[in-house]
């Protein structure tokens, strides 16, 4: 069976450094590591971003922006299918087909509910408690081979291969692939400027301490320059970094940017102090974002061709869903 990926990101604004090297490269690799006969579908998982409270303006604004992100930082709609969940309805009707399937048992032991419903469970949406419901439907509708998921994903993969699994059994039929993990090679975890211990994140209300995908060169080498470090040289190995979180940081953001090791950015770069090491972190971070910055400006003044591309991705989606979602309903007598 030729390999086909499929992942979701849920829409927000505010992108930063993290986000690229962290989640929107590793979608970029996939893209340019499938094979021929494969298929990359991609998808912005707005229907999934209203089992929260959103406000509908912004939840609109930021649909649009994160697609433009996608597309600046490399997904090409020509070679991947990208598009917005709630343009391919097939989602939300296999999703309420195979709620008929999954059992409350399962979701129960689902740990990223608890963590998210915190102590208000009752108070939270049905929605986000069907939520790994939907996101079967959205990787059995189109038989993925294989699904990227970090480790707060897997157990959502494996109840959907156990919904598979059990309406395969329940129907008589072989209808859903079991799609397997594929575990993205050690994303990056990227760190904030001004703390090396805390993530970086939209949500830190410090902009000093992250990169926006919107900073234009002159704010970026300003942020890298103000960023925390200390007054130590660097070592020759990033063991020798354990206890400098920020060193650490800044080591690591240049690996990734360049797409090489901590130890390997040391082997050229031990002895230097920060003074040194950091021009350099920039001209390296503003070599990799001014173009993917430059794109995302262009889509920001042409939405109707974000829109074009957006639709023309559904369109190839719901023809690839349509054949899956008839045979769910025709095995279940409908
Ligand atoms: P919030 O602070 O609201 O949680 P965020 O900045 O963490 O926002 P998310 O929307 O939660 O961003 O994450 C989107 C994707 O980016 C996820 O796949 C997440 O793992 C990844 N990501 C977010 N922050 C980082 C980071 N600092 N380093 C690496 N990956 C990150
Ligand atoms: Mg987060």
């Known amino acids: 069976m030729a390999m086909r990926i499929v ?15 962290g989640a929107i490269r590793n979608w970029v690799r996939m893209q340019d590591e ?25 939840l609109a604004a930021n649909i649009r ?47 990223q509910f608890k963590e998210k419903s915190g102590k208000n469970r009752e108070g939270a949406s049905v929605g986000l408690f069907a939520y790994p419901v939907l996101q079967a439907a959205d990787v059995l509708l189109y038989q993925a081979t294989h699904v990227p998921v970090g480790d707060d994903q897997k157990q959502h993969l ?27 090679p050690a994303a ?42 200390d007054a130590d040289a660097l070592p020759a190995t990033a063991a020798e970094l354990a206890d400098r979180p920020e060193a650490r940081n800044l080591v690591g953001i240049y690996a990734a940017l360049a797409g090489v090791t901590p130890d390997q950015v040391l082997a050229t770069h031990a002895g230097q102090g920060f003074g040194s090491f950091k021009p350099a ?19 920001r003044a042409d939405p109707a061709e974000l829109d074009r591309l957006l639709a023309d991705g559904a369109a190839r989606a719901r023809t690839l869903a349509a054949p899956t979602l008839a045979a769910a309903y025709s095995a279940l007598g409908l």
């Open 34 to 58: 499938m094979p021929a006969d494969g298929e990359c579908l991609f998808f912005l998982a707005d229907l999934h971003a209203i089992t929260v409270h959103n406000d509908p303006a912004m």
């Open 65 to 111: 922006e994160m697609a433009a992100t996608i597309i600046a930082c490399g997904i090409d709609p020509a070679r991947a299918i990208l598009f917005r969940q709630r343009h391919v309805p097939a989602h939300a009707e296999l999703s309420w087909l195979l709620n008929g399937t999954a059992r409350i048992g399962w979701l129960n032991r689902m740990t």
């Open 158 to 184: 494996e109840l959907a291969r156990d919904i598979a699994t059990k309406f395969n059994a329940d129907t008589g039929t072989d209808l859903f692939t079991l799609p397997d993990p594929i575990i993205p």
């Open 281 to 299: 972190l920039a001209d390296l971070a503003v070599e990799t974002l001014s173009p993917i910055r430059d794109r995302l400006l262009t889509f």
């Open 188 to 229: 990056a975890r990227i760190m904030s400027l001004r703390d090396g211990t805390a993530k970086m994140s939209k949500s830190d209300p410090s902009d000093a301490s992250r990169i926006a995908l919107t900073d234009d060169a002159d704010t970026i080498a300003a942020k890298i320059r103000k960023a925390k470090s």
């Open 7 to 21: 992942s979701g990101i849920q829409p927000t604004g505010n992108l930063h450094l993290g986000n690229y090297l």
